[in-house]
């Protein structure tokens, strides 16, 4: 998740989705993933699902 920040930080990104979460993640993983990223990143973030659609 720690590269993922970086990323983020590095591209500027103001609304990130989120999606691919690995299977071998736990619902308590996925809970840490989601306050690190609050923590850690100002911009807006949501988890998808894959052929979701949105509009920014």
Do not use: C, W
Not at 36 to 55: A, G, I
């Amino acid at each position: 998740i720690e590269d993922v920040l970086a990323l983020i930080e590095k591209a500027s990104v103001k609304h990130g989705l989120l999606t691919h979460i690995s299977s071998r993640y736990m619902k308590e993983d996925i809970n840490e993933i989601e306050t690190k990223l609050k923590v850690h990143s100002p911009l807006s973030f949501q988890f998808v699902e894959d052929f979701d659609s949105y509009q920014f």
